[in-house]
């Protein structure tokens, strides 16, 4: 599977096409604005910098969809400019690009990026490691039944985590997909949120209680939403590949996932990890790309 593919020279054409109209913008920009006038002196050497910014993010794409294979690129000739890509070490780069726009040169330099491999990528299906349960507000009484997740609008929430070591530190995620099937027919369509939990939680959370020693009220989460579907007949999807991201880089802490009803007044349920028929059950679909040895 190999979504996101791109051939890399293309990808440099676009990379320095892109580079270039947005110099054009901030020189159109900057021709009704008295204030930018000390800009103006320098719009040659600002377009040039785009230029080699683009050449530096472009080499680096080169070699991710060139099975790890880097090699230097230019000199370039694009509109009043020129680039050119020098490259050193393999694997994880140092790459040093250098752009002249109507005699105005500018260089950039990207110290030790690392290459992942973007043509041999994996997809990993995660459904027997999913940690699910539903808390409720203790006014509204036990909701969740023997293998489901349900949802009522500012009475219950949906938890989720799971085992992630496919996503460690040796792996760049390019896609994570949470699917989840609903139990019933319904003609009535229902928005349903994904969001970043922000606190430690284990499997006895409860709606004011994330673990014992630490409490919340119906869970801690992010306010804007990761994802939000609208949930009717079919199984539904969320599209979680930032958050993932984030986890595989350790950028943020992992938590897990929290569902909710957008609306008021609704129902729903959906199928747990313990439900008979493996189909059903929630499933985690992961698209991975490995670091270049």
Known sequence: MMPRRQDGALLLMVSLLLATLAALAFGINRAGSVELRSINDDYEGRAAAYLAEAGVAAARWSGQVG????????????????????????????????????????????????????????????????????????????????????????????????????????????????????????????????????????????????????????????????????????????DLTGLFDGWASKRLPRNGVLLRLVDADQTVSFYSREAFLPGMRPLLQIVRARKCA
């Open 67 to 238: 099975a790890c294979v880097t090699r230097p690129v230019g000199p370039i000739a694009l509109g009043a400019g020129t680039v050119t890509v020098d490259i050193k070490r393999e694997n994880i780069i140092d790459v040093t690009a250098t752009a002249t726009v109507n005699g105005a040169t500018r260089a950039v330099t990207g110290a030790g990026l690392q290459l992942y491999d973007l043509k041999q990528t994996e997809r990993v299906d995660m459904s027997d490691d999913t940690i699910d349960t539903t808390i409720v507000t203790p006014s509204a009484g036990p909701l969740e039944k023997e293998q489901t997740l349900r949802l009522v609008s500012g009475k219950s929430h949906i938890l989720m985590d799971w085992n992630l070591k496919p996503i460690d530190g040796n792996v760049l995620v390019l896609s994570a997909t949470l699917n989840l099937v609903p139990t019933t027919i319904s003609g009535t369509v229902r928005q349903v949120a994904a969001y970043r939990v922000t606190t430690p939680w284990d499997r006895g959370a409860t709606w004011i209680k994330a673990r014992p020693a630490s409490n919340w009220n119906g869970g801690d989460y992010t306010s804007a939403a990761l994802a939000t579907v609208d949930v009717g007949n079919l199984a539904v999807n969320w």
